[in-house]
């Protein structure tokens, strides 16, 4: 592994795991002396963050890890409402044994997802779904939704703020089981209903409401200032 490769495995952990905040300014005089390496490498690294929505930079060479954005996260969900049903449908009609091996195994380790979660807990999901994804034999398919997860989690991780309920909790068990138990049994359209549901359900929806809501908060202000002004 080279420098720029090492740095941008690192960089991208440390943005992916919060430790770099969204909107945070990297100071990469700093960054670079702290991983062992000049700023060139990881200029280089952090070229290959902004091709892929995780870090921006400007004319001026400044870098900064990218926003959180209520379109983003709504453009997210959209494309997970049409992609992870269609994952989940194909999957039952087509999973070997093996790929039900799989599925049955990482279902087995997922750990609950709280408030803060580590790398380690986040990962359970992550394998889950990709062996639901993998299992649907399409390639360009498992390509796409696997490189839409890293940045799904950044949105994860803000809903999580606010904490879950046990409700919240019980409900996604309750999903998962039933994803299970329907691409074992063949059943396509109770796997893409019941992925469906748990796109509309989960933590990237609860971020597009939690943004959404930010975003119209100043408009608000806004407009009582005026009406207060006119009265």
Known sequence: MTKAESAYELVREQVLRGDLVPGAVIAQATLARELGISTTPLREALRRLM????VELDA????????LTAEEARDLIEIRRSLDPLAAGLAAERRTREDLAEIRS??????????????????????????????SHNQMLVQTLDGLWDKADRYRRLALENGRTEEDLDRTHTEHGALVEAI???????????MLAHVDASLGARAVAR???????????SLRGIRGGRS
């Open 51 to 54: 091709t892929e929505g995780l």
């Open 184 to 194: 074992a049994a063949g059943d396509a359209d109770t796997a893409a209903a019941v």
């Open 211 to 221: 943004l959404t809501s930010a975003a119209a908060q100043p408009v608000a202000r």
């Open 106 to 135: 990482t279902a087995a380790e997922l750990l609950p997802l709280r408030t803060d979660p580590g790398t380690a807990e986040l990962l359970t999901h992550r394998r889950f779904h990709a062996a639901i994804y993998s299992a």
């Open 60 to 67: 001026h060479r400044d870098a900064r890890v990218t926003r």
